[in-house]
């Protein structure tokens, strides 16, 4: 026969006289927070008690009930109810709803009291949300609303402004597919279309952060020359029913794509297509996105692959380019500089031989079947695909697999770690990079410039030392001298350690960065000298030390700028008041790299950084954007734009500056060449109509 289950007994509730209860000295709280008491007074004036009291007997020295009761939980409503009977809006005796635990209980007051505090659980903000929707529907007002739940009335129109979301992504927020700063940046359009389509894109993105979703949402216009437009072709875009605006009064490189929803939906048709011929080639997996973060493959290994031989017909061609190269070359030995149209062919054919060498690599199929393949664009608008790499689960226990000296490949180093934002990024989400608003977005003031947000910073100073690295990498006699300032300073100013050589590359991750930094041409070449030196690499460590005893000093000199240049840090941090780290190192740091720019000339206009409303015009004030213009371009041009909303002024900017050279304060090297020009006379007139509008 089945045993029965006992059954538990609730413990019994009944109506007290208020005058009979006395808040118990076993109640956990002790600090205030949330809800004020006067607040919660007015609210039980209001609404009346909504949950009762947890309440024991007092007993007398003998054990016996006194008939009083005290209140080990449920304190704050008690000193609510007690300010209502001093404001004499509660009689003393007035009954109060209570639960009585029996005398002699063996669970504590103190237990009660405790678990009542820690096993609430707050209300979701989509619960919320539409809660106010339900009594914004049945006839209260916001402000109504507000005052009801002791909120400012702002919180009320914020979470109300979720009712212009998309359905799918609200659901999407219920299973915390994404953060409520997202979902917020979502309520900017009311287009539920162009809402889910833009999540589906930067939902495989590096950067899923506010900023960039109200970007998308109201970007009105594309410029031709953009990486997708260019992906895309301009005549499949055309065949799809997109618009093309053209500039009658400036150069406009082809003009602007009227019809952002309708590329980026061609966008990600022709990425997916991509990533199906090259999963057909027998990879495991395939990741696709229109960009990943720098860093994105730091935590993976990386398969062998062989180069593929030349044909015959590949190798005659070769040998073609480089006799008509050499005959070129001969021809204008002497004179002072080719002419334009021979300058051009000799770009061809370098091009064109860069191509034939570079090899494509074959891959085992019993490797290819454990590992897979990232298909992304890059920023000249082609398809970039990175193949060979194995998740971390799926890597084979041996020391077969170990690293080369340099890792799996250029993303492999800490130094290009980047927010594992799988955010996955900016991710890890770096951790995970915060997606509030109030770190992207500098706040407006009335009265002067205030200093760019933090983030801010350290994304512009990360483009800075990506830049830094890459001018460090080709000037090996900058990098020993560098090398031996930080030997000298390490022997001579601090405690050398044990190890045979305590001369070392820390590897400087950068973690937060804006999503142009990938593709710039710092990282381009980074990645290209990277590919050089590891494809020539021994596997060997006994014949790496061969390999580099046999090299001659130009080689020599230029393996080490390299290696040291993943050293290189110019990031400004802001650190914690009591971290291992202190502010006072960051502006060191800060000035040793600009003496580090300064020798090495660095320009980030050549190293093409320009200020878009991404990285930097759509994140500053107006006052900011402005100054930028009228350092730029003139006070005429800045007056201009002066009436503009932000959105339109952050785009019109753009295409002010675009050119000109200026650069924010954090990315000009001092005693540089960088000038920031005044041209005046290149403002478009086209700038007139926007006025008069």
Not at 380 to 406: H, I, S
Not at 415 to 435: H, I, W
Not at 569 to 588: D, F, I, K, W
Not at 594 to 614: F, K, N, Y
Request: some cysteine.
């Amino acid at each position: 026969m089945a045993t029965a289950i006992p059954k538990i007994i609730l413990s019994s509730s009944r109506d007290i006289p208020f005058n009979r209860l006395v808040l118990s000295q076993s109640n956990v709280r002790r600090v205030k927070s949330g809800l004020s008491i006067e607040e919660l007074a007015r609210d039980i004036e209001r609404r009346g008690l909504l949950q009762s009291l947890n309440v024991r007997p007092i007993l007398d020295g003998e054990g016996v009930e006194t008939g009083t009761y005290e209140v080990p939980a449920g304190g704050r409503r008690f000193r609510a109810l007690e300010l209502l009977v001093k404001q004499k809006k509660l009689a003393k005796t007035a009954p109060v709803p209570c639960v009585v635990r029996e005398a002699g209980s063996a669970i504590l007051a103190e237990d009660d009291s405790l678990a009542e505090n820690v096993q609430r659980v707050a209300l979701h903000p989509l619960d919320q949300f539409r809660a106010f929707r339900d009594m914004l529907e049945k006839g209260m007002s916001e402000e109504e609303i507000a005052a009801a739940f002791f909120v400012a009335p702002a919180v009320v129109k914020q979470r109300l402004r979720l009712m212009t979301v998309s359905d799918k992504l609200l659901e999407i927020y219920e299973q915390d597919g994404m953060k409520l700063e997202q979902l917020m940046a979502f309520s900017i359009s009311d287009d539920h279309a162009r809402q889910e389509q833009v999540w589906e894109i930067v939902s495989q993105s590096h950067n899923r952060e506010p900023y960039v979703i109200r970007r998308m949402l109201t970007e009105k216009t594309v410029r031709v020359s953009d990486a997708r437009a260019r992906f895309v072709g301009l005549d499949a875009y055309l065949a799809a029913g997109g618009h093309v605006m053209r500039d009658l009064f400036e150069a406009d490189d082809g003009g602007w794509l009227q019809d952002p929803a309708i590329l980026d939906r061609l966008v990600m048709e022709k990425l997916h297509a991509a990533a199906e011929d090259i999963r057909a080639e027998g990879w495991k997996w395939i990741e696709t996105a229109l960009s990943f973060p720098w860093g994105h493959t730091r935590h993976f290994a990386e398969i062998d692959g062989t180069e593929m031989p030349l044909t015959d017909e590949e190798t005659a061609r070769l040998e073609a380019l480089r006799v008509e190269q050499e005959t070129i070359e001969a021809e204008y030995a002497q004179a002072d500089e080719y002419p334009d149209e021979v300058d051009a062919r000799l770009g061809e054919i370098e091009q064109a031989i860069l191509a034939l060498e570079e090899r494509p690599l074959a891959f085992d199929p019993a490797d290819m079947a454990r590992a897979g393949a990232f298909v992304s664009l890059d920023s000249d608008g082609t398809l970039q695909v990175e193949r060979g790499f194995v998740l971390p689960e799926d890597m084979p226990a041996g020391p077969e697999e170990t690293d080369n000296a340099y890792g799996s490949d250029e993303y492999d180093h800490p130094a290009y770690d980047g927010q594992d934002e799988r955010l996955t990024g900016y991710g890890g989400d770096e951790g995970e990079v915060s997606d509030s608003v109030t770190a992207d977005v500098e706040p407006e003031e009335e009265d002067g410039i205030k200093p760019l947000p933090d983030r801010l910073l350290t994304e512009l100073t990360a483009w800075r030392t990506l830049a830094l690295r890459d001018a460090f990498a080709g000037n090996p006699h900058i990098a020993l001298t560098e090398l031996l300032h930080t030997l000298v300073r390490d022997v001579y100013w601090q405690t050398s350690g044990a190890d045979c050589l305590e001369a070392y590359v820390r590897e400087i991750p950068l973690p937060i960065h804006s999503p142009d930094m990938p593709g710039s041409l710092p990282a381009h070449a980074l990645r290209q000298r990277n590919e050089g030196w590891k494809h020539d690499l021994p596997d060997d460590e006994d014949a790496l030390w061969r390999w580099i005893d046999g090299l001659d000093d130009a080689s020599r000199m230029a393996l080490l700028a390299h290696c040291l240049s993943f050293g290189v840090n110019a990031l400004y941090e802001r650190m914690p008041t009591y971290g291992a780290v202190s502010q006072r190192s960051v502006t060191e740091r800060l000035k040793r790299a600009d003496r580090l720019a300064s020798a090495l000339s660095l320009d980030m206009v050549e190293a093409g950084w320009q200020p878009t409303v991404e990285n930097y015009l759509g994140r500053v004030t107006k006052a900011r954007i402005l100054q930028a213009v009228r350092e730029a371009r003139g006070d005429e041009a800045a007056e201009r734009i002066a009436h503009l909303k932000k959105p339109d002024m952050a785009r019109e900017a753009e295409r002010l500056l675009d050119g000109s050279g200026w650069l924010p304060e954090a990315l000009r090297t001092t005693g540089g060449a960088e000038q920031v020009p005044v041209e005046t006379a290149t403002v478009d007139e086209g700038m007139e109509a926007i006025a008069a509008e």
